[in-house]
């Protein structure tokens, strides 16, 4: 019996690939030479796409597959996905919830102590022989006691706060809407959250409401001694405003797993000694990076055996 057509738009983990070539003819849009030939060609037949959040599926690619019933996107995050050209042609779209939380929280809080502490400073000033050449590495801040605001109080900054909890930080949060039955203070105002507190995590979705919501006006309110960890998207923070405000002593710190232009990282930002800089790594355990890829697996095979899909989005 012939397998139905999956177009995967980026490379995946030789275990995802295996699974999902058990059940479906792979046609790998990041290989093709001649990308809208590809998709002419299996116009008349492909009902699923498979891809991440930094790929996603273009208004154009929908279009182009009149026959398309699926998006299913490896991440949380699925803004790279055309979700207002998918309800129009009347495609679901599922991305990876929940599997990712845990590492994310975690990686946030190394962020945090590595950024308080100088760990990667430290590093090379033993790594260099500047301890015995010119004695102890300089006092360091710490995080307990310290108040921090979560931009974006979700699945994963819920984890992140109930970390943060080992910490006896004091923990606030700012949203769209006050959240009933959490513990923590709401700030209606982004800026004077921001005031208030000694570090401001965004892990708030990637989208046009939310690009840019941390400029100027909000990191200048964070302040000289503050520090800004960014885990969500690059988009949600102004990186032309954070660089120029790190480089005056006008924001204290950062710590960033995300920047606007993914992999491309100004040169200015790395040239900073007050900021900690990671290649996209949020999620990027084995555990994690594997339960994202089978929950990928599991609602295209759930839409291609007519049964609910595990994590809808649309």
């Known amino acids: 019996?012939?397998?139905?057509?999956?177009?995967?738009?980026?490379?995946?983990?030789?275990?995802?690939?295996?699974?999902?070539?058990?059940?479906?003819?792979?046609?790998?849009?990041?290989?093709?030479e001649d990308k809208p030939a590809l998709l002419q060609r299996l116009a008349p037949t492909t009902r699923f796409i498979a891809t991440d959040g930094h790929h996603g599926a273009s208004k154009a690619m929908i279009d182009a597959l009149p026959k398309l019933e699926l998006i299913a996107s490896f991440g949380v995050g699925?803004?790279?996905?055309?979700?207002?050209?998918?309800?129009?042609?009347?495609?679901?779209?599922?991305?990876?919830?929940?599997?990712?939380?845990?590492?994310?929280?975690?990686?946030?809080?190394?962020?945090?102590?590595?950024?308080?502490h100088q760990i990667p400073q430290a590093d090379r000033y033993v790594r260099q022989g500047r301890w015995a050449a010119e004695g102890n590495f300089p006092l360091t801040d710490e995080l307990t006691g310290r108040r921090v605001g979560i931009l974006g109080l979700g699945r994963i900054g819920k984890a992140i706060a109930k970390l943060l909890q080992a910490f006896q930080m004091e923990v606030v949060y700012h949203g769209r809407n006050r959240q009933e039955h959490q513990p923590y203070p709401y700030y209606a105002d982004l800026e004077a959250m921001a005031r208030d507190v000694d570090w401001l995590i965004v892990i708030a979705p990637g989208s046009a409401s939310t690009k840019g919501i941390v400029g100027r006006a909000v990191m200048t309110a964070l302040g000289p001694a503050g520090k800004l960890v960014n885990v969500a998207r690059g988009s949600l923070v102004d990186e032309a405003a954070m660089i120029a405000l790190l480089e005056a002593g006008e924001l204290g710190g950062a710590a960033l797993d995300v920047f606007a232009e993914e992999p491309q990282v100004p040169e200015r930002l790395r040239t900073l000694d007050n900021v900690v800089l990671l290649p996209h790594q949020g999620s990027a355990s084995h555990k994690t990076r594997s339960a994202m890829g089978q929950m990928v697996v599991r609602n295209l095979k759930a839409q291609l055996r007519g049964e609910p899909l595990i994590s809808p989005v649309v």
């Open 1 to 32: 019996m012939t397998k139905p057509d999956l177009l995967q738009i980026c490379p995946y983990a030789d275990p995802i690939v295996q699974a999902l070539e058990d059940d479906f003819t792979l046609h790998r849009y990041f290989a093709a």
């Open 78 to 116: 699925y803004d790279a996905v055309d979700v207002t050209a998918a309800k129009a042609a009347g495609v679901s779209v599922t991305n990876t919830p929940n599997v990712l939380n845990n590492c994310v929280a975690e990686v946030t809080l190394g962020l945090m102590l590595a950024l308080c």
